[in-house]
């Protein structure tokens, strides 16, 4: 979402990796790759993950870590690309881009100033998914063998309806978008320390008494990535007054409020664009042709993803991904 409300109302719980093993993920890419960004950029040198002609590809220092990590814990990737960009999007795009704008005058003053630290902090605020980073991710999980989906449109809509139609077991996602587009679980965490996080959709709407339509009338009151919410409802309130009035075009009329686009923010949560896909799950991964690619062809130090790839050999051929068929 775009703001963190759901999270006071979804039920999750945190669920150790061994519970998982074997099950396959729809990882919304997008969201997966900017949470590696951020966080290789602020702990890793420049020079690292920039080529002699200047080009960043931070992304293939996370890709690597990801992929093992994920592999190595016996769960099946399947990353997924956004496609087009909805128009109730923009907006928000646009308040992003102009937070990264000011992040990025702070970051030059901050070295300006010689401070190191604030100068990385900021750095990490700045990062966009570039033409090059969105294609060498997709060329690396080619030489991986990693499933790759195109989404008609947002990647955690065609994530969700994955999940539904049990194409995979779960959607992958930090944000919480997923449980409004209907996503039977999700989990949440992927790319930090320790055990994931499982958000449960059914469980959610039993605790607060709601079906699918009324969920999504709570998120559009608290606000959303596609609508600004209604100033001073908060998600209890937003809960309370959707049961009170049945919807919320009920609420609307009773509190007198307004939200722009609201009908349609509703069926994109609702009926999304989104499409039905086949991938195969029997990982083969070309380590040598994805390690001269990441090394040779993009200049990062055989030192800085020596780890990784040594991750994703171990599970392929210690714990046999090919039972995933």
Known sequence: MGNADLRDLAVIESIPYADLQGS???IDAHNWLYRYLTTTVRWTREDVYTTAEGEA???LLGVVQG??????NDLVPVFVFDGGVTELKREEIERRDERKEAAERKETEAREAGDAIEAARMAARTQRLTAVILDTTRELCSLLDVPVVEAPAEGEAQAARMARSDTVEYAGSEDYDTLLFGAPHTLRGLTSSGDPERMDFEATLTEHDL???GLVDVGILCGTDFNEGVPG???KTAVKLVQEHGDLWGVLEAEDVYVENADLVREL???PDVGDVEFDTDIEPDIAAARTYVTEGWEIPEEEVARGFERIEESVTQT???RWT
């Open 24 to 26: 396959v993920v729809a």
């Open 57 to 59: 590809v931070p992304n």
């Open 67 to 72: 992929v093992g990590k994920l592999l190595e």
């Open 211 to 213: 079906t699918w339509e």
């Open 233 to 235: 409802i908060g998600p």
């Open 269 to 271: 949560f609702l009926d």
């Open 320 to 322: 046999g991904l090919d």
